[in-house]
């Protein structure tokens, strides 16, 4: 399979947060913009290798547009950019020097069970939303 040319984010698909998170982009995102997959799937670890990104680091946020990967904060506030009002204002914080934003990502990163554990099944999407899903 390969990446539709829609932007596709990677996500944990072991993760209560990460899987919240997906959530909530799906109702946010009205023209379906987004596709989304887990980054444990083949197609992900596929997409991961061809970037020259490990395929076993599930803590990342990975966003791919086209040619490009946008890794933690800064896939994150793509993400949020191209949502519906008044999330893309979230976005006026990519003018926060990378670093510092990566270190407060990879705080919630490290701490994310902790913040919503994983789920004791996987959340089934509403039906409107299954082709987003690779």
Excluded: K
């Excluded at 946008?70 to 003018?95: D, E, G, K, N």
């Excluded at 701490?111 to 996987?122: E, G, Y």
Aim: with cysteine; proline share 10%.
């Amino acid at each position: 399979m390969t990446l539709p040319d829609a932007p596709v984010v990677l996500y944990d698909g072991a993760c209560g947060l990460c899987d919240r998170l997906v959530q909530f982009v799906l109702p946010r995102d009205p023209h379906g913009r987004f596709r989304f997959a887990a980054l444990q799937s083949d197609l992900a670890r596929r997409a991961l290798a061809a970037a020259g990104l490990p395929i076993d680091d599930f803590d990342t946020m990975v966003l791919i547009e086209g040619e490009t990967v946008h890794v933690r904060s800064t896939a994150a506030l793509r993400v949020v950019r191209r949502l519906r009002f008044p999330w893309p204002m979230l976005y006026a914080l990519i003018v926060v020097p990378r670093p510092l934003r990566d270190a407060v990502y990879r705080w919630v990163a490290r701490n994310r069970r902790r913040f919503r554990p994983s789920p004791a099944a996987c959340t089934l999407p509403d039906p409107r939303w299954g082709e987003r899903f690779l």
